[in-house]
């Protein structure tokens, strides 16, 4: 609800470490952090990734308050030399991370901070927070922009979000997805993305009849004219009365733009036939049929295996809280630590009973394997930040969880791109996060490099995240000497 401090959005646990380093560790002992997840959200065969420009804003306004320290301190938890670090507290280091609107997969660092310790744990949460939350329904969207097969989805789910924020910057995430407007005014605003709508039923009961309602609308809003037609009867009374305005503005010399109807209710598959029959018959063969009422990619692409003839789609409650998968389940590792005498990062790998929660150590980055003959994408490949590849040579590849499986790619056929930019150097923001319909335009173009197989909404086709040799050797190393602790 406006500008807010959020140094202290962030778990107690964090500071409470902090306090720790401080006491007991050298504070400029530099670390490397990795952000990723470990599985696609919906079991899609890819996510999005979002967040990114409030991640820098939330680190560039990294400040305790007096106010922030006062509270801390009644919290009778933390020491006074503690608190006064906290007074000049600035981050400081390095961050790292794949541009909002690309294509990620599982296993790779989403965002990479190198940094003194205290500082690298301090944003674990807000990072997170962030990340998590827009990347979820960045990727939610576009599994609905591609089951509607190009139809515009516009985002109605304001009133259904989990409160302002997630609203909005739910909104800015839908857009990057590929919406192409929203209901909500704020983000339309902070974005400079389109805003959208039409009317409520209210709207119509408000009025002593529905024709004198969409009458009363058109006048007001002759070319943005989508009149919703089920407050009472949609085919009795609704589309009739609709056909009538539109006659009339027709007759009144009003271009007929960007006009058409609404259904929210219904038989969606069954009432858009006949209403495309009915509107056809009247020589409105152009008017737009729109839709909404609890849907998601699953429900679309249903209606459109039914033959429906409904070409824009309102989606609110399903994408704006991506309903059916709630989280998308980031986590923040540890991967290095740096050796002080030679400045070089000593390797740390966490361990678990659970293989999928083993972490890949390091200080790594991304390269993106595309067919050169295709454009898509063949696999992606983390690898040590100091290897290099030589396109000119062959690359092979190899399954880490089965490294007996390999792929050789011949000079010729394949490219590489490295995914990660740096957005922090010393503190200061080297990157300037694009406008988001520039974002939107860039996350179209990544998905058009996936398969179709990759992007079916049911049991898609998993891309392949490959660890280099080196990185996979390290990986073996640190765990049989952990075997042995």
């Known amino acids: 609800m406006g500008k807010q401090n959020l140094t202290l959005m962030t778990d107690l646990y964090e500071l409470t470490m902090m306090q720790g380093y401080f006491k007991n560790k050298d504070q400029n002992e530099t670390v490397i952090f990795d952000a990723f997840y470990r599985s696609n959200p919906m079991h899609s065969g890819y996510a ?134 929203t209901s909500n005014v704020l983000a339309g605003r902070l974005f400079d993305v389109p805003v959208m709508g039409t009317h409520a039923h209210s709207w119509i009961m408000s009025f002593p009849d529905e024709y004198t309602a969409f009458k009363a609308y058109a006048d007001m809003y002759p070319f943005a004219c989508t009149l919703l037609v089920d407050t009472y009867d949609t085919l009795k009374s609704g589309i009739p009365n609709a056909i009538r305005v539109f006659r009339e503005m027709q007759k009144a010399g009003i271009p007929l733009q960007k006009y058409g109807i609404r259904l929210d209710s219904g038989d969606l598959a069954y009432l858009s036939k006949k209403a495309r029959q009915m509107l056809d018959e009247a020589g409105f063969s ?75 150590p390091g200080n790594k ?57 740096p957005v922090f150097c010393g503190g200061k923001c080297v990157y300037r996060s694009p406008k988001v319909m520039d974002i939107r335009a860039y996350c179209a173009s990544e998905l058009s490099t996936l398969w179709d197989e990759t992007r079916r909404l049911v049991n898609p086709h998993n891309v392949y995240v490959d660890l280099s040799p080196k990185l996979y050797d390290t990986k073996m190393r640190l765990l049989g000497e952990m075997s042995h602790v």
């Not at 409904?310 to 994408?319: A, D, E, F, N, P």
């Not at 295709?374 to 290897?387: N, S």
């Open 48 to 181: 999005i990734c979002a967040g990114l420009e409030q991640v820098i804003d939330y680190i560039e306004n990294l400040r305790f308050s007096e106010e922030d320290i006062t509270y801390l301190a009644g919290l009778s938890i933390f020491e006074e030399d503690f608190l006064e670090y906290l007074r000049t507290f600035r981050f400081s280091g390095d961050i790292y991370a794949i541009p909002e609107g690309s294509v990620m997969f599982p296993r790779e660092p989403m965002v990479k901070v190198i940094a003194p310790i205290m500082e690298a744990q301090l944003v674990e949460t807000a990072i997170l927070n962030i990340v998590n939350h827009q990347s979820l329904i960045a990727t939610k969207t576009s599994r609905v922009c591609y089951a509607a097969q190009g139809d515009g989805i516009m985002e109605f789910g304001l009133r259904r979000a989990q409160g302002p924020d997630a609203g909005t910057l739910g909104a800015r995430a839908a857009m990057i997805g590929g919406c192409v407007g």
């Open 286 to 360: 152009d008017a737009v049929i729109a839709a909404s009422n609890d849907l998601d990619e699953y429900l679309i692409d249903s209606l459109k295996a039914q033959g429906c003839k409904i070409t824009s789609w309102g989606v609110g409650t399903h994408l704006i809280t991506s309903k059916d998968w709630p989280s998308f389940g980031g986590v923040y590792k540890l991967a290095a630590i740096e050796d002080r005498q030679t400045g070089t990062f000593i390797p740390k790998i966490k361990l678990s009973e659970n293989s999928e929660k083993v972490t890949n």
């Open 365 to 421: 980055t991304v390269y993106r394997i595309y067919e050169t003959q295709t454009g898509k994408i063949k696999a992606d490949l983390i690898c040590l930040v100091e290897e290099t590849f030589d396109e000119s040579q062959p690359l092979v590849l190899f399954d880490p969880n089965e490294p007996w499986k390999k792929t050789k790619l011949e000079p010729g056929q394949y490219r590489l791109r490295e995914m990660m930019v």
